[in-house]
């Protein structure tokens, strides 16, 4: 479904409370939905990733990108794993500021949207970090599209569900809450290959 279907049915799901809206404005709406809610609400094989940080010599912080929703455990840089910090205090106990001593880092601080290494790298570095994240690009034309179906509905009533939060609408939230929630569940089973039934039936 190409980025103009998918705007078509985000009005049609909202029974014309968004039809003043520009498509600038919507198409922000689904694509937040898109590469930052969705991988956020389903788990798994959909979002779950490596990110692969490139160190610069002599360079101790580096920005998160926005698509890196939660990174986790799990780091390594060549044959050596790196030590996973969520606390400044902690890592600050461990590592002085100060210390500004160089090699092959052994510890990572994720405070914010900026990861601190320590040591500081003495040269380029390829950082492999696990986390949870949604798509490095967003869509950007209306020829631009999400291929399956159910991702594509899943990210349409996620988008929607949160115009109506907006408005305090509670009887079409819920209404919007549980096709999100069935989308999603179809989308969960599709991509872990759990479900051995008959292909699901698009919803109209």
């Not at 049915?9 to 694509?31: F, I, M, P, W």
């Not at 996973?84 to 601080?109: Q, V």
């Not at 950082?127 to 349409?156: K, S, W, Y």
């Not at 907006?166 to 069935?182: G, N, V, Y």
């Amino acid at each position: 479904m190409d980025r103009a279907k998918m705007r078509e049915r985000y009005r049609k799901l909202l029974g014309g409370l968004a039809d003043n809206d520009t498509d600038q404005s919507v198409n922000e709406a689904l694509n937040d939905a898109y590469q930052y809610g969705l991988p956020s609400a389903v788990g798994g094989p959909l979002s779950e990733g490596t990110w692969t940080l490139t160190t610069v010599a002599s360079q101790e912080s580096y920005p998160i990108p926005a698509y890196v929703i939660a990174p986790r455990e799990g780091i390594t840089v060549d044959d050596y794993k790196v030590q996973y910090f969520a606390r400044s205090d902690e890592f600050w106990t461990r590592y002085r500021r100060g210390d500004t001593g160089e090699g092959i880092p052994r510890a990572a601080l994720f405070y914010g949207s900026t990861v601190t290494l320590r040591p500081v790298p003495s040269a380029v570095f390829s950082i492999h970090i696990p986390a949870r994240m949604g798509p490095a690009t967003q869509l950007e034309q209306d020829t631009d599209a999400i291929d399956d179906f159910n991702h594509a509905m899943a990210v349409v009533c996620l988008a929607a569900q949160e115009f109506v939060a907006d408005e305090d609408l509670e009887e079409l939230h819920e209404k919007l809450s549980a096709r999100f929630e069935l989308y999603k569940s179809r989308l969960s089973l599709k991509v872990t290959g759990r479900s051995r039934g008959p292909a699901f039936e698009r919803i109209r």
